[in-house]
């Protein structure tokens, strides 16, 4: 069972980034070592992860981890990386909010000493919900977890966006407003659709998606509701636990000012994106797990705020998937890893269930 298309995610030279990181680490804290540096065993596809220790009398931290924009040469999943916009979030919401932070240490602005941005965090102990094989498949902790271990991790990951949407104040987060002079779910959108020309420019387009860009407008939201700070990337798969309580809130790349909504939307879908595309392997996932009703009346009960327009802004999860999935596909092609199929369509994998929702009969 493949979940999604997992081309090399880097174009780099581990030995040289080792002795690069070295030099630098030795400028910020003369006598220090990098040492036992390493990727982890599963890196992501766009910003790169690397794990060090750092060796020293009296280090700020012995373990860390540190996140380095993507080699434009990597054929990119997305057209930019601003590494200091994605630190300085990630030091809002852990001097503003009682979520669980890693430790920021540094932030590395000069491209000279590793070839990109980067910044270094403490490391987190703990587990992560696997994306390959998803924890929605037999054989990981998270499927052998009970029902009541379980429901622990889906009340504390709901809490984690009630929290973040609540405490925040967003005057402090303007930063990370998008272009445009229109509302926040406006130039949210536009922004998609600005990704999604940049996606395909000179490839095949995807008449998928235009459809679901159309069907949003004809769903568009009469009240578009209050603005916050959203993650963007929402999704346990992005949280280390310890146990099932949340020690780690990590991937801040995709952070924006939006709906509330915009948020709950996204982590309903991509639940529901593993859940499907295990079920069409012939498993039963975990039906009950991050169900939408319970989602959603979870979020009230703690924020006294009810979702609104979820139909809207789960197909906009589901269409901001396809345009990554899509340009992931691309990505194959542009390494030799695939060919592009006569109906670009087939590029994204759940591409039947957009459809459904685009036709209105998913929730049916």
């Known amino acids: 069972m493949a979940t999604a298309p997992r081309p090399r995610t880097t174009t780099r030279?581990?030995?040289?980034?080792?002795?690069?990181?070295?030099?630098?680490?030795?400028?910020?804290?003369?006598?220090?070592?990098?040492?036992?540096?390493?990727?982890?065993?599963?890196?992501?596809?766009?910003?790169?992860?690397?794990?060090?220790?750092?060796?020293?009398?009296?280090?700020?931290?012995?373990?860390?981890?540190?996140?380095?924009?993507?080699?434009?040469?990597?054929?990119?999943?997305?057209?930019v990386y601003d590494l200091p916009r994605q630190y300085r979030t990630m030091r809002l919401v852990a001097d503003r909010t009682d979520l669980p932070m890693p430790r920021m240490l540094w932030l590395e602005e000069d491209p000279g000493p590793l070839g990109a941005p980067f910044f270094v965090m403490g490391r987190v102990e703990g587990r992560v919900p696997p994306d390959v094989m998803p924890y929605t498949y037999e054989g990981n902790w998270l499927h052998a977890a009970s029902d009541a271990e379980r429901e622990r991790l889906e009340a504390a990951s709901v809490g984690l966006l009630a929290r973040l949407h609540d405490q925040v104040p967003v005057r402090e987060a303007d930063f990370?407003?998008?272009?445009?002079?229109?509302?926040?779910?406006?130039?949210h959108v536009e922004a998609q659709r600005a990704y999604y020309a940049w996606v395909t420019d000179g490839l095949s387009r995807s008449p998928l998606i235009e459809d679901a860009f159309d069907r949003l407008d004809a769903l568009w939201p009469r009240d578009e509701g209050e603005t916050v700070l959203n993650w963007g990337d929402a999704r346990i798969g992005n949280v280390i636990y310890d146990g099932f309580e949340p020690v780690a809130v990590l991937d801040w790349e995709m952070a924006a000012l939006a709906?509330?909504?915009?948020?709950?939307?996204?982590m309903i879908y991509l639940h529901r994106f593993f859940q499907d595309l295990t079920v069409s392997f012939g498993q039963p996932g975990l039906p009950g797990f991050l169900r939408r009703d319970r989602v959603e009346r979870r979020y009230a009960e703690l924020t006294g705020r009810t979702p609104r327009d979820m139909v809207f802004h789960i197909l906009y999860a589901a269409l901001r998937h396809a345009v990554v999935m899509l340009r992931i596909a691309y990505r194959q092609v542009h390494f030799g890893e695939a060919v592009?199929?006569?109906?670009?369509?087939?590029?994204?994998?759940?591409?039947?269930?957009?459809?459904?929702m685009v036709q209105g009969s998913y929730w049916n």
């Open 13 to 79: 030279d581990p030995e040289e980034l080792t002795r690069r990181l070295t030099a630098w680490l030795g400028g910020r804290l003369p006598g220090a070592k990098a040492v036992d540096v390493r990727a982890p065993a599963s890196n992501g596809l766009s910003s790169e992860t690397l794990l060090f220790a750092i060796e020293h009398p009296e280090p700020p931290v012995h373990a860390c981890a540190l996140r380095l924009a993507a080699d434009p040469a990597a054929y990119t999943v997305f057209p």
């Open 176 to 187: 990370l407003a998008l272009p445009g002079d229109d509302s926040p779910l406006r130039r």
């Open 259 to 266: 709906p509330r909504e915009v948020d709950l939307g996204w």
């Open 340 to 356: 592009v199929p006569a109906d670009p369509d087939t590029l994204i994998l759940h591409h039947d269930r957009l459809r459904a």
